[in-house]
């Protein structure tokens, strides 16, 4: 059997210098990625998003005392069930993908009064139709996909089974997403479809 011997010339021969270096260049980028790590995680402990007003902890519990203000004709309390300007501004905005991009970074405001316009117009067509109207709540559909944030849940296109008064069960659209933080559930926005 031969034995292989490998010579060493000065060709293959690593300079103790750059091993240094390779040896220095490991370990920075092993620290950056730990501090990058580290970083990432301190900023997503850092988000403290403020807690949603007049929420639920449950779909359930929102649809109930929806169907229940609806019945009242309470508007106003209707109104407060829905995300608010300064939810919307704090919560909600900052962590949609149109956020940052550069031509809408600014537009908060115009996004927020077209939201805040349908919204409006759309509870006072629900109210001219349903206000005044008992429902009994069967069960919460969500017809739509499920999206996560970093801080919140959006459940999309919800529907509600219900029983009117006369004992007939039907599938109507009162909003249309339900919005989830730390187990509280509060509603996007009205809508009619």
Not at 29 to 44: H, P, R, T, V
Request: hydrophobic share 40%; net charge positive; glycine share 4%.
């Amino acid at each position: 059997m031969k034995r292989f011997k490998i010579r060493q010339t000065s060709k293959n021969r690593i300079s103790p210098c750059l091993r240094a270096g390779i040896g220095f260049g490991l370990v920075l980028c092993l620290m950056l990625l730990f501090a990058a790590a580290g970083f990432a995680e301190k900023k997503s402990a850092d988000v403290q998003a403020p807690v949603l007003s007049h929420s639920e902890p449950t779909m359930k519990k929102l649809c109930r005392r929806m169907l229940a203000a609806m019945a009242k004709k309470d508007r106003a309390q209707l109104a407060a069930m829905a995300i608010t300007e300064k939810e919307f501004k704090t919560v909600i905005w900052p962590q949609l993908a149109v956020s940052r991009i550069k031509q809408w970074e600014n537009r908060i405001d115009f996004v927020w009064s077209q939201h805040e316009l349908k919204s409006s117009t759309c509870l006072n067509d629900l109210m001219s139709v349903y206000g005044g109207r008992r429902f009994s709540l069967k069960e919460v559909k969500i017809n739509g996909e499920v999206s996560d944030y970093q801080t919140y849940r959006v459940h999309r296109n919800a529907s509600l089974v219900v029983t009117d008064d006369k004992g007939e069960t039907r599938e109507i659209n009162f909003f249309g997403s339900i919005v989830e933080q730390k187990n509280r559930f509060k509603i996007m926005s009205y809508n009619v479809h």
